[in-house]
């Protein structure tokens, strides 16, 4: 009988899986109330809820606190609340639907989240990694009155120098390209 791998390489693999153990010990040694409770949005539609939505559900929206995803129609299983907004449903309308999912995750969880994630169904995320982030120094600065270069570059931003409770929005717009 064959071994699945040789002696040398399941050695290495024992390894990675008692470090993984030992970092999922120490996360949850540390206190859940200091890390940033994330509620992931994913904007889909139902043509895309067997393929793309599912292996979403399957892979990192159970590392988010909570998950929704905004759809055209609603499947319980899968986290999809159908929302409704202006136009069509369609990618050249998709501020609308953002639009609708901010209503919505406000109306709903703003009490209930540290930070709102939006992201389509096609993106893979880390949540871990992305509450790493939040928790770092960047952010941290950031939440206590630092201005980054892009923040000084935009003239309306000064107003929020020295207002600590300003919103706090990271990434930034992208423009469709044309062909």
Known sequence: MNKPIDDISYAVAQKIRIGILKQEQQNSATSNASQPR????VY???GAHKT????????WAMQCDGFIAASDVTDPHLGAVKLNFTGAESYDN?????QAMWMYAYEHYLN???YFHICGDDAFVLPNNLRRYLMGEQVTNFLNG???????INGRAKRWKNDKSRPLLLGFPTHKMKN
């Open 112 to 114: 209930d989240f540290d």
């Open 94 to 98: 998709m501020w609308q639907k953002i």
């Open 52 to 59: 793309y939505l599912q292996a979403v559900v399957d892979t």
């Open 44 to 46: 889909t539609h139902e």
């Open 38 to 41: 994330i509620l992931c949005m």
């Open 146 to 152: 630092k201005l980054d270069v892009l923040s000084k």
